[in-house]
């Protein structure tokens, strides 16, 4: 059965840093593998999804990686902003009936 | 392009009451998914429908939970009766493909918040 876990559950950080979101998964036979953005009292914004044959996806300050054989993504975020403040989910999509398995979240706070 | 609507946004119901969500997906997306999240949880699956199949519902509370999609396009969630723990956001999503075309980058709509009090 697949486990999506994510490190840290919650992250406070001040302004301008660089940081790192954790997610690893226990089946390494996924499909695809997408991060999410979600604010308070809001449905779920897609950030990126990565293919299972890509390694890595950009969109402007973010960044996401993925590793299979390690079952394991990572979602670094430049330079971050207060407006970055929200939770982020990763998902990772099975192989075969195309299901969203989603991890806990990590929510982040960025202190202006 | 229009997003995926869900509607009401909020709800507030007492405990065995009966209650139902109405979800419009994408135009043209022909799976379609039903989430339950939890406060302080992430979303779980409760059903997969493509077109107007179900593809999975194994973890859809059956004695209380039922859900339909006629003509393969709209979608309504409903529970009957309701319990305190069903107090959760409830999103639709859908996407352009399933099994035979995976397109599977979804799309999610706003939810709706259930109160059962």
């Known amino acids: 059965k697949q486990e999506v876990t994510q490190i840290p559950a919650a992250l406070s950080v001040p302004e301008g840093e660089n940081l790192v979101l954790n997610c690893s998964f226990t089946d390494s036979a996924i499909y695809n593998l997408q991060w999410f953005r979600q604010d308070p009292g809001k449905g779920l914004t897609s950030l990126l999804l990565?293919?299972?044959?890509?390694r890595e996806q950009t969109s402007g300050r973010l960044n996401a990686s993925l590793d299979k054989s390690s079952g394991r993504s990572t979602l670094y975020i430049a330079a971050s902003q207060p407006g970055d403040s929200a939770t982020y989910l990763c998902a990772v999509i099975t192989s075969g009936t195309y299901k969203y398995i989603f991890g806990t979240g990590t929510r982040l706070k960025v202190l202006a | 392009e229009a997003g995926v609507a869900q509607s009401p946004r909020y709800k507030i119901i007492e405990k065995r009451q009966s209650v139902a969500f109405w979800c419009n997906p994408i135009?043209?997306?022909?799976?379609l998914y039903w989430y339950q999240q939890i406060l302080g949880q992430g979303p779980k699956l409760l059903i997969q429908?493509?077109?107007?199949?179900?593809?999975?519902d194994s973890q859809l509370p059956k004695d209380r939970f039922s859900a339909e999609r006629l003509k393969g396009v709209d979608s309504t969630l409903k529970i009957q009766p309701a319990k305190l723990e069903d107090s959760a956001v409830y999103l639709c999503?859908?996407?352009?493909?399933?099994?035979?075309?995976?397109?599977?980058?979804?799309?999610f709509g706003q939810g709706t918040r259930l109160t059962v009090v």
């Open positions: 999503a859908s996407s352009f493909g399933g099994r035979e075309i995976p397109e599977t980058e979804a799309f």
């Open positions: 990565i293919q299972s044959s890509q």
């Open positions: 429908f493509q077109n107007n199949g179900v593809v999975d």
């Open positions: 135009s043209g997306h022909a799976t």
